[in-house]
């Protein structure tokens, strides 16, 4: 199982950045597929997961309403598009999936939000 973030950057607030995650090594329509991040001196969290459908579930509060998950399963791909992004949104993005009880992550994406 192989989990390749990309798209994080620099971005003003107020901005929009998508976030990609391309995947390999499982049959990728099969399973959930999770976002998460993590913030200098902060836990994990997890800020969304996209069932196989494509359909997206924020469970962050704090992002509701501005991110959006989504996959192609024809590109193995999940995104995240996040919109307004605030100060506070700064941290590393992960992607992740559990595939037969082992959890698999990437190495994460950097996203900064700062004027």
């Known amino acids: 199982v192989q989990l390749v973030e990309s798209g994080g950057g620099l971005v003003q607030p107020g901005g929009s950045l998508r976030l990609s995650c391309a995947a390999s090594?499982?049959?990728?329509?099969?399973?959930?597929m999770r976002w998460y991040r993590q913030a200098p001196g902060k836990e994990r969290e997890l800020v969304a997961f996209?069932?196989?459908?494509?359909?997206?579930?924020n469970v962050a509060d704090s992002v509701k309403g501005r991110f959006t998950g989504s996959r192609d399963n024809a590109k193995n791909t999940v995104y995240l598009q996040m919109n307004r992004l605030k100060p506070e949104d700064t941290a590393v993005y992960y992607c992740?999936?559990?595939?037969?009880?082992?959890?698999?992550w990437g190495k994460g994406t950097l996203v900064t939000v700062s004027a």
């Open positions: 996209i069932i196989s459908t494509g359909d997206s579930i």
């Open positions: 992740n999936v559990q595939v037969q009880g082992t959890n698999y």
């Open positions: 090594g499982f049959t990728f329509s099969r399973y959930v």
